[in-house]
């Protein structure tokens, strides 16, 4: 399974803490970062050096294009 990294940011957009999720896919990975986000004003999740996805404190998924 592919691995991506969840970013946890405070309200000044600096990383607060991370964590590692393994999902199937990007879809997939989305969906596991949605439920986990909401330790942060937002979150990012990355797959290496790809952003995947941003997320506010609403579980919104934002384009990632990164």
Excluded: I
Excluded at 1 to 19: I, Q, T
Aim: charged share 25%; net charge negative.
């Amino acid at each position: 399974m592919p691995a991506y990294r969840l970013y946890h940011l405070d309200g000044s957009g600096r990383v607060n803490s991370a964590e590692w999720l393994e999902a199937a896919d990007d879809a997939a990975a989305t969906d596991q970062a949605n439920r986990q986000a909401f330790k942060a004003v937002s979150a990012e999740l990355w797959q290496g050096k790809r952003r995947v996805a941003c997320l506010n404190q609403d579980g919104v998924t934002l384009d990632g294009a990164g």
